[in-house]
Nanobody
Framework: VQLQASGGGLVQAGGSLRLSCTTS????????AAWFRQAPGKDREFVGG????????NYADSVKGRFAVSRDNAEKTFYLQMNSLRPEDTGVYYC??????????????WGKGTLVTVSS
């Protein structure tokens, strides 16, 4: 299983970014998918996820109403749309998947991270 995250970059506070995670899983529609992040000097934390069926999504309180996870099963890709970004959203963002998993994990498959930097 290979996961490749992309889309990170430098953005001003209040701006938007969309992260993508392309997977090698086939079929992808049986995998739960989620995003985590790790800020400098802090532990990795859950950001948001979607269950394998797509019927459930969950988000960290800190991003509710600003971030959204979506998936394109045909493209074997899932996304994290991030709006109204804040400096505290800065960190390395990781994507993760789990076969027949829940939106909040646990997750065994991880991609390498993509760096998001939000300037004030």
């Amino acid at each position: 299983v290979q996961l490749q995250a992309s889309g990170g970059g430098l953005v001003q506070a209040g701006g938007s970014l969309r992260l993508s995670c392309t997977t090698s899983e086939n079929p992808f529609n049986i995998y739960a998918a989620a995003w985590f992040r790790q800020a400098p000097g802090k532990d990795r934390e859950f950001v948001g996820g979607v269950s394998w069926s797509g019927s459930a999504t969950n988000y960290a309180d800190s991003v509710k109403g600003r971030f959204a996870v979506s998936r394109d099963n045909a493209e074997k890709t899932f996304y994290l749309q991030m709006n109204s970004l804040r400096p505290e959203d800065t960190g390395v963002y990781y994507c993760a998947t789990e076969e027949f998993g829940a939106s909040t994990g646990p997750f065994r498959n991880w991609g390498k991270g993509t760096l998001v930097t939000v300037s004030s």
